[in-house]
Nanobody, 123 residues
């Protein structure tokens, strides 16, 4: 059973930094993409950043130049370094890990989600 354990959220003042991490375990299949999403109160969940198995990165326009996503493939862990945080970055941040799974010769991609970690940026 796949488990995703997130850490690193908290309360920080505007302009500060936080680093989120998400460690995946419990599967013998390989990981494809990994990413971070966030959901603020009253808003829909939105993509923050993703990183492919080959290291290609994609960011939301609102975080470009401030956030950096990285991954440690040996430890099945994805990180999100958040700098120059703004009050509008306040949200619950959830990691997403996409596994490449096989069964009786059929291949598919399956997404798993972390429990979410609160990030609060005060002005």
């Amino acid at each position: 059973q796949v488990q995703l354990v997130e850490s690193g959220g908290g309360l920080v003042q505007a302009g500060g930094s936080l680093r989120l991490s998400c460690a995946a375990s419990g599967s013998s299949f390989s990981i494809n993409a990994m990413g971070w999403y966030r959901q603020a109160p009253g808003k829909q969940r939105e993509l923050v950043a993703t990183i492919s198995s080959g290291g290609s990165r994609k960011y939301a326009d609102s975080v470009k130049g401030r956030f950096t996503i990285s991954r440690d493939n040996a430890n099945n862990t994805v990180y999100l370094q958040m700098n120059s945080l703004k009050p509008e970055d306040t949200a619950v941040y959830s990691c997403n890990v996409q596994y490449v799974e096989y069964n009786v010769g059929i291949r598919w991609l399956r997404d798993y989600w972390g429990q979410g970690t609160q990030v609060t940026v005060s002005s």
